[in-house]
């Protein structure tokens, strides 16, 4: 039986009930009861400090910044979870990209997907932001399906501590999931 898919779930929203992050939090459930063959963890990414060279040391990184960096060198492929903050990504989403590009790049030629939820559009102009960003760092985005949620339409989508409970949205976040595993494969040459 092959490995499972490692994907490293990212949220750029530090807020506890965050809907983004409540989208990670339903990633992983379904990768554990729905989607064989892949395993998804959260990494939290609230406690990096903002970058500043001055605090790598001789080719050192503060250990926050490390044990951050190498959950990335270990993971498959990587899913964001981008609230969108005036037109564009989050700030702690864009302190997180940017650790992880210094020198050595950790991002480079992993497999990644975009997820969000958010008022009017549903985030996605953070989007492609993070697409912009991803061609200069070397990540590979899927292109489809595409998962931009109004979170705010009724029914309700989410409880009030942000966790997802709308079936509908499951079964889109799922097909996100199934995409990713597909693409990490095709990029690993197993497909």
Do not use: C
């Not at 983004?20 to 729905?34: C, M, P, Q, W, Y």
């Amino acid at each position: 039986m092959a490995a499972p898919i490692k994907i490293v779930g990212i949220s750029g929203s530090l807020r506890k009930a965050s809907n983004n992050s409540g989208l990670i939090r339903s990633a992983i459930e379904l990768s554990k009861t729905v989607v064989e063959g892949v395993e998804v963890e959260y990494v939290d990414i609230s406690n990096l400090p903002l970058l500043n060279t001055d605090l790598e040391k001789e080719g050192t990184f503060p250990a926050e910044v490390e044990a951050f960096r190498q959950k990335i060198v270990g993971a498959d492929s990587i899913l964001f979870a981008s609230p969108e903050n005036n037109y564009s990504l989050s700030a702690p989403l864009k302190n997180a990209l940017d650790w992880g590009s210094r020198p050595p790049n950790v991002w480079g030629g992993k497999p990644a997907a975009i997820v969000s939820v958010g008022g009017g559009h549903g985030g996605v102009k953070s989007h492609y932001h993070l697409r912009q960003i991803g061609v200069f760092i070397d990540l590979h985005f899927i292109n489809k399906p595409e998962f931009f949620l109004n979170g705010f339409l009724p029914p309700a989508k989410f409880n009030s501590n942000g966790d997802l409970i709308d079936e509908e949205v499951k079964d889109k976040l799922k097909h996100i999931l199934l995409s990713l595993k597909a693409f990490t494969l095709q990029l690993q040459g197993k497909i």
